[in-house]
């Protein structure tokens, strides 16, 4: 703080006390320090505490003391006794008085003395000092401050409370003064909340005004309200520190403060929440600038704006189905429907995503057949687009506005459709970005889709045109397929090969060659290398033929036969499929390699005993050279 003061002599006691003019509202604190230096004695010194009213400015009234606790007048006592009035020490040589709650009659000019602990007595005490009340300065033709023989006073100033604060509803009269304005609202929906605040003073005062929230049923009271954004009393626009999600509300723009009219300021949360739910208040502040040029708050009021209760959509969102059952024939369309629905007129920023799930057994994790994103795109599963079954004709559209009816369309439904189907909704609020908040998911009841189907009864039987093969002959593997339905099917037959592991019972599986259903030939790899070639030899009878065969080509043999069902929107349907038996393929050795035996064994024999011999008659014949040498 800045102080004024009187000076004595070098080196004599000096008593500052606060700079003044003091203004302060009725019902509202004010502290005014006061301390002493270039004293003698104890480090401790005595503060005595006085006022002179603006009536008698010649008669000095006993507040509080230090030193004497019965030192205060009759005015003053009983406050002095019930706390509203005492002094604080700060220090050994300092203090402060302090009056919780400022009357009318507390207005006047405040003076701090210290008694004196010196040797001898220096310097001068008494000072003539100027003071400005709310109607002018004490000077000139008004009265003067008179002599005293104590250091240093102060002026304080009483000014009645103009701050004025309340909801701007209750100006329009949408909600009286002794209620509070209820809003439910739905989660999304935007929030604007006004608050009337101003204050008449004749000094020149700033306003601060700050938006909070209580949890429901909390009591009011700067401890239970969060601050969430406030106008600070140089207009700047301030955030709570203590609660960092509405910063990152207030970044994403979901969070600003407006001052619409002259003392009108509206908070706005474009995007209610659940956790918005709670009862909110708009505080006022009243500042004013002291001589020292630091910022006092003079006065303070709270007023309750509403209580918001924010409703999920989570609790309002429910979905449905139109029909438990739909029993169709094959080739039929079937449509499903989604009915989504809330209890509440929906946000205008919500969005919904649709995704139709079919379950064919209860074993079944389940299958997506198509969705719809919030922005509208539509998309198939992966089981019903491309591959063998190509892709399905499935539409999925918006029947009605928000939240809306869905409608599932499947076009020549196959008997693989049969299922239970189920929708899942999921919605969507924007925000500023832009982006998208999941803040509900619903999934139906189920709707069976069942259908009655025309059986299809298929066998197939494989053997070899030949009984007895040799190694070089061609091999012809015939399958056979039976096949009884009224429907027209295409066939696809593939030729499989069984060869025996390196580990005992141990086979591995290869697939030689294949005719699909549209005829087309597709040939594989035999082990020896040698080629092979697949024909239609009758309507439903398929060869395959390997030439030269050899060893390599030893194994089991079987063929697979896949019956299709082609739909009029031109995708397949697997309607059954089938092995045959196994048949054994052993390749004989000719006769010419059966000779090869017996002449590679007399050669071998041959070339052994002559080895045999040669090596004995060379021992004998060395033994006897070594004979004769001794």
């Not at 390196?502 to 594989?524: F, H, I």
Request: glycine share 8%; proline share 6%.
């Amino acid at each position: 703080c800045l102080f004024s003061s009187l000076s004595g002599l070098g080196g004599a006691r000096e008593v500052q006390i606060q700079e003044g003019p003091l203004y302060r509202v009725i019902d509202t604190p004010i502290s005014i320090l006061c301390n002493v230096s270039g004293y003698e004695g104890p480090p401790t010194q005595n503060f005595e505490w006085f006022m002179y009213r603006p009536g008698t400015p010649d008669i000095p009234i006993s507040i509080a003391s230090t030193k004497d606790p019965d030192f205060s007048y009759a005015v003053f006592s009983s406050r002095v006794r019930q706390g509203d009035i005492f002094i604080r020490r700060l220090g050994g040589d300092s203090s402060a008085l302090h009056i919780q709650r400022l009357r009318p009659e507390d207005e006047g000019v405040y003076e701090c003395y210290t008694p004196t602990t010196d040797s001898r007595y220096l310097g001068s005490y008494s000072a003539k000092v100027a003071l400005k009340g709310k109607s002018g300065p004490l000077g000139g033709g008004g009265p003067q401050l008179p002599l005293t023989t104590h250091p240093l006073s102060s002026l304080s100033t009483v000014i009645p409370d103009t701050l004025h604060v309340s909801p701007k509803m209750a100006a329009k009269g949408r909600v009286s003064a002794s209620s509070t304005l209820q809003l439910n609202l739905v989660e999304g929906r935007e929030l604007h909340l006004p608050c009337s605040a101003s204050s008449y003073s004749t000094q020149h005062t700033h306003l601060s005004v700050t938006f909070g929230v209580s949890e429901p049923g909390a009591p009011v009271g700067g401890g239970t309200v969060r601050n969430i954004i406030s106008v600070a009393r140089d207009f700047t626009v301030e955030l709570s520190n203590e609660h960092a999600a509405y910063g990152e509300r207030f970044l994403r723009g979901e969070i600003r403060l407006e001052k619409t009219e002259n003392a009108t300021y509206r908070m706005v949360l474009t995007r209610a929440r659940p956790r918005d739910t709670g009862t909110y208040h708009c505080t006022a502040a009243q500042w004013i600038q002291d001589p020292d040029e630091s910022w006092q708050k003079i006065t303070e009021k709270r007023s309750v704006l509403a209580q918001l209760t924010v409703q999920s959509i989570d609790s309002q969102l429910k979905v449905s189905v139109t029909q438990n059952e739909v029993h169709v024939q094959s080739g039929d369309l079937v449509e499903l429907f989604c009915n989504v629905s809330m209890a509440v007129a929906p946000p205008p920023d919500m969005a919904l995503s649709v995704e139709w799930w079919v379950t064919s057994s209860q074993e079944s994790p389940g299958q997506l057949v198509a969705s719809m994103s919030p922005e509208g795109e539509v998309s198939l599963g992966e089981r019903y687009t491309g591959g063998e079954v190509g892709t399905r004709h499935i539409s999925l559209e918006k029947l009605s506005p928000a939240p809306g009816s869905f409608r599932l369309r499947i076009y020549s439904t196959q008997p693989g459709d049969v299922g239970a189907y189920r929708c899942r909704v999921k919605a969507f609020v924007s925000y500023p970005g832009p982006r998208l908040e999941e803040v509900s998911s619903k999934v139906s009841p189920t709707t069976n889709v069942l259908m009655t189907t025309q059986d299809i009864s298929l066998s197939v039987h494989t053997y070899l045109s030949s009984i007895s093969l040799y190694r070089g002959d061609t091999a012809a593997l015939i399958c056979n397929v039976t096949v009884e339905t009224p429907q027209t099917v295409h066939m696809a037959v593939s030729w499989w090969v069984e060869l025996a592991g390196e580990k005992p019972n141990e086979r591995t599986g290869k697939m030689l060659a294949s005719v699909d259903r549209e005829g087309v030939s597709k040939a594989g790899r035999r082990y020896s290398g040698h080629d092979l070639s697949t024909d239609k030899v009758e309507a439903q009878c398929y060869r395959l033929q390997l030439y030269n065969i050899q060893a390599e080509d030893e194994g089991v043999y079987h063929c697979a036969v896949t019956a299709w069902v082609q739909y009029p929107d031109r995708t397949w349907y697997n309607a059954a499929s089938t092995k045959s038996n196994l048949i054994k393929l052993y390749p004989y050795a000719q006769a010419k390699d059966l000779l090869l035996i017996p002449v590679i064994g007399g050669v071998a024999s041959a070339l052994f005993v002559g080895i045999t011999i040669l090596s004995t008659v060379t021992c004998c014949y060395i033994r006897q050279l070594r004979v004769r040498k001794r």
